[in-house]
């Protein structure tokens, strides 16, 4: 009886050393990507600005954005203070050149967050009121491109008094035939809890 072939063997991402090319201000010009110690690539900021190593700023970190199980690398160029919204140049890992690639649609996110369980990206944008509101887009990937499937938001109703308990809006859009549609849009309190019988229509 012939035996079987043992399986391929699983990819695996190369090791990477990661450092910067800094300005005379010690602002970051480039990430430099090293592997077995060969400088193999050198990353321009996506701001097209030098970023200053201030505030967590330059800070890289390794997450799998497209769920490929290589992953990718991101920088933090912004940082607003107010809102607590940063704001990252992202690069893809290309398995086949091995190399990072910059993705321009991931990097115009607010926050982003891989969610591997659903295999989507999540960025939460957090918006200046009263209280916290927010904006939070959910994308999925779509032939190498970021769809929008689902839209959640907290706003504040600037026609109601600013000491009612009831004047936010919870609204949610989902993708349905290629457009976000509303399923949902209740008046609630701070908390989140529905506020009956006040209608936010």
């Not at 330059?58 to 490929?68: A, P």
């Not at 904006?135 to 109601?160: K, Q």
């Amino acid at each position: 009886m012939p035996q079987k072939k043992p399986p391929p063997p699983a990819q695996s991402t190369p090791e990477f050393h990661f450092g910067y090319a800094m300005d005379s201000g010690g602002a970051i010009q480039q990430v430099l990507v090293d592997r077995d110690n060969v400088r193999v690539q050198a990353l321009d900021s996506c701001t097209g600005q030098d970023v200053p190593r201030e505030n967590g700023l330059g800070e890289l970190s390794r997450v799998d954005f497209n769920f490929d199980g290589h992953p990718d690398l991101m920088m933090r160029v912004a940082f607003d203070s107010r809102t607590n919204n940063s704001y990252y140049c992202i690069w893809l890992y290309d398995a086949k050149t091995q190399t990072f690639v910059l993705s321009d649609e991931l990097s115009h996110l607010t926050n982003p967050q891989p969610d591997p369980n659903n295999k989507t990206v999540v960025a939460r944008k957090n918006v200046i009121c009263s209280e916290r509101c927010y904006m939070e887009d959910t994308y999925a990937w779509s032939n190498g491109h970021l769809e929008p499937v689902r839209e959640e938001s907290l706003t504040e109703d600037p026609t109601v008094l600013p000491v009612s308990d009831c004047r936010w809006v919870w609204e949610v859009k989902k993708e349905k035939n290629g457009k976000l549609v509303d399923v949902d849009r209740e008046r609630v309190d701070i908390g989140g809890v529905m506020c009956e019988p006040h209608s936010a229509w």
